[in-house]
Structures are given as structure tokens and as C-alpha cells.
């Protein structure tokens, strides 16, 4: 009786573990290179680089596009569907979750996050 008590719920959080890791892949979604995106074409994948200001952002009816480049100097046309945020231009790196669409040659964010360590570093 006791390890019926006891294996219930421990089956129970584990049912509920797999179930939640399996059902949001962008929970563990590691960065991958520009190259790795392009191939899984349609996976939810998580990207980083750093705006290309030789290009201009275009802004949209809800969302804006850019270039990013990667460290190695490959780049990539995306698009955001949201508001920009206020340090957009400012920022030393842009991390993005979304997938890239073959069909048009460009990765579709779904979440943007701006770095900019230069708002935490201490004054001098």
C-alpha cells in the first residue's frame, strides 16, 4: 500500500516532465550557426549576431526586418513580427528564436532579445 502512495505521483511528475519537454521545443533550443538554420529549414531554432548597419531596418505594418551577421561574417535577412525595442540600434547582440523560410530566404523571429552589456557595466 505504501508504494502504490508513494509510485503514483512519482509517475505522475514524471508523465508530467516528459510531457512538458516534449511539447516546447523552444524550452531547450540551442544557438545555431546561420548555416544549421538555413538547413533545418522550419525548425525552431535560436540564432545570435550582431545588426549589419550597412543595411537599414524596414519597418512594416507589425513587424520591421534587418540583417544580422554572424561572428564568422555570414549573414541573414530576418523578420521580426512585433515592436522593436527602444535600444534596437544600440544593441552588441541580437539573439532570435524562430525558423528560417526557405521560400523566401529569411528567418522569421518570433522573439527578439536585445544584449547590451554596456547598460550593466559600472561608471567610471
Avoid: W
Avoid at 53 to 79: N, Y
Avoid at 81 to 104: M, S
Avoid at 109 to 114: N, Y
Amino acid at each position: 500500500m505504501k508504494y502504490r502512495a508513494i509510485l503514483i505521483p512519482v509517475l505522475g511528475l514524471l508523465f508530467l516532465v516528459i510531457a512538458v519537454l516534449s511539447l516546447s521545443e523552444n524550452i531547450l533550443s540551442p544557438y545555431v550557426p546561420f548555416a544549421t538554420a538555413r538547413e533545418r529549414g522550419g525548425a525552431y531554432v535560436q540564432i545570435i549576431g550582431t545588426l549589419d548597419k550597412t543595411i537599414p531596418v524596414v519597418h512594416g505594418e507589425g513587424e520591421f526586418s534587418f540583417r544580422i551577421t554572424e561572428t564568422g561574417g555570414a549573414k541573414m535577412d530576418t523578420i521580426y513580427r512585433g515592436v522593436k525595442p527602444q535600444n534596437f540600434e544600440h544593441a552588441d547582440q541580437i539573439v532570435l528564436l524562430g525558423t528560417y523560410n526557405t521560400a523566401r530566404n529569411v528567418f522569421e523571429a518570433d522573439k527578439l532579445l536585445v544584449k547590451c552589456p554596456s547598460k550593466y557595466s559600472t561608471k567610471k
